[in-house]
């Protein structure tokens, strides 16, 4: 059985575990505020909150219910814009829409308000571009959103005295949530501690393993729903990220958002808030895993692009024995894996950049955010008395599964760069990849697209050489 607080009252059910979350809540629950729109987590407008204890710390996150598998809200605090109401008056979030003209049809408005408590519930400092991040992905059709980036702006300045405070203590007291979310966090405790194990599928079945789901049930929302499921989101052995010596350690079930604040990731990676902005949006960075970017597969996951040039290793476990695997082997062909059914990833490393050594990540897509990738592409290159030592660039987007360019790199290494150079390497890559025209642009668009990309990793990581590449 699943158990959870929604909003105010302890919730269970036998229901599929798999079924959608926004599923549960309009059609079982009767809360029809939570909206359906695109299905496919693009919209916002089914927008929730989910609050988990992590180290002994409350942690509300934005998800879209309509990507996330009843399964992953055992043990936690869902709250729907019912869970925040103030009747008989607005919350001062609703009242910041209000005041703005921030809302017309209403129709994307509680995917909104949902987003912004769940920057009232974050840790982020209460500024107007941090309110305005916490609603990139949510979409509106009719204001043109300066009023809605007003009412963000109003939203924030509610913050602006919380120092050390718990954010659930501090909205209930400010009464900017209701009070009761000053109690949820012993509630939890309580709840854990009655809940017996983790959610396990039906003995004698080979279950199919759910992380975050942010791709599954876009690709097969109906097949999912009555498969038998092991989830790997909710397991803390696989989550954390650590240093090891020189080496940094994932765990599978960590997601994008906490990739961006892992202070180990932050130390290596200056640009990781710049990369990861490209990534999805809010509340899919803070469901979508970094295996299951990997094992999903795709020949754009921005994920596998960015720690292919890591040269990552995967750990698998079948329950019984575990192996490890490098990050490029896994692919064999168009979404098929050296992976058997019964395994799953645990955890995947790499070694950690010394000083001579740069990272740089690039994507073009049709939108700036919230958009599949038309190429992606990564480098890590390290350098030795001006020569270039190693290198490795990776490429989305160019051919059936996420591709390192290996000759590029055989012809890069050894040599000094420059714009002679580079454009040389550029024209080596376009030998070793096949793209496709599809939706996101055609072969000969994607074929400019990583020449560029190339070319914008060095004029980033080497900005020498710039003039030499524009002409």
Not at 155 to 174: D, K
Not at 219 to 226: D, L, R, T, V
Not at 346 to 374: Q, Y
Not at 434 to 461: C, N
Request: glycine share 8%; with cysteine; proline share 6%.
């Amino acid at each position: 059985m699943l158990k959870f607080i929604l909003n105010n009252e302890d919730v269970g059910t036998s229901l599929p575990p798999g079924m959608p979350l926004l599923d549960f809540i309009r059609y079982h629950q009767q809360l029809t505020g939570t909206k359906t729109g695109c299905n496919e987590g693009d919209c916002g407008a089914c927008t929730i909150l989910a609050g988990e204890l992590q180290r002994g710390k409350l942690v509300y996150r934005s998800f879209t219910s309509c990507l996330m598998p009843l399964g992953n809200a055992h043990g936690k605090h869902i709250v729907t814009i019912e869970g925040i109401n103030m009747l008989p008056a607005l919350n001062p979030i609703q009242q910041s829409m209000v005041d703005n003209a921030a809302t017309q049809c209403g129709f994307c408005t509680p995917g909104f308000v949902m987003s912004l408590a769940g920057f009232c519930l974050s840790t982020q400092p209460p500024t107007t571009e941090n309110a305005i991040t916490a609603i990139d992905g949510n979409i509106c059709r009719c204001t043109g959103y300066k009023s809605i980036e007003r009412a963000a702006a109003g939203v924030a300045t509610l913050l602006a005295q919380r120092n050390q405070e718990e954010p659930a203590q501090f909205a209930a007291e400010q009464q900017i949530l209701p009070a009761y979310f000053a109690g949820i966090k012993e509630r939890l405790k309580r709840l854990i501690l009655f809940l017996n194990g983790e959610l396990a599928p039906p003995s004698g079945t080979t279950p199919r393993f759910m992380g975050g789901g942010t791709d599954l049930y876009v690709q097969q929302p109906e097949e999912i729903q009555e498969q038998p499921l092991q989830f790997l989101f909710n397991q803390d052995i696989l989550k954390g990220i650590t240093r090891e010596d020189n080496r940094c350690v994932i765990g599978a079930a960590c997601t994008v958002s906490d990739l961006l604040a892992s202070p180990v990731m932050q130390a290596y990676f200056p640009a990781l808030g710049n990369y990861i902005s490209l990534i999805s949006s809010t509340p899919i960075r803070n469901m979508a895993t970094i295996a299951g970017n990997f094992v999903n597969a795709s020949p754009i996951g921005d994920l596998t692009i960015f720690f292919l040039a890591l040269e990552a290793t995967l750990e698998l476990s079948d329950g019984t024995a575990t192996r490890t695997l490098p990050l490029r082997q896994l692919y064999k062909d168009y979404k098929k894996l050296d992976k058997r059914p019964e395994e799953y990833i645990t955890r995947c490393w790499f070694e950690l950049p010394g000083a001579s050594t740069s990272f740089h990540f690039e994507k073009v897509s049709k939108r700036t955010n919230l958009d599949i990738a038309s190429v992606n592409t990564a480098i890590c290159i390290t350098m030795q008395e001006n020569l270039i030592s190693t290198v490795r660039i990776s490429a989305g987007g160019v051919g059936p599964i996420p591709t390192l360019l290996t000759d590029t790199a055989a012809f890069l290494e050894g040599k000094a760069p420059s714009g002679a150079v580079i454009k040389v390497a550029c024209a080596i890559a376009q030998a070793e990849i096949t793209p496709i025209s599809d939706a996101r642009g055609t072969a000969v668009y994607k074929r400019l697209l990583l020449e560029q990309l190339i070319k914008a990793h060095f004029i980033t990581l080497f900005p020498s050489l710039k003039v030499e590449l524009l002409l």
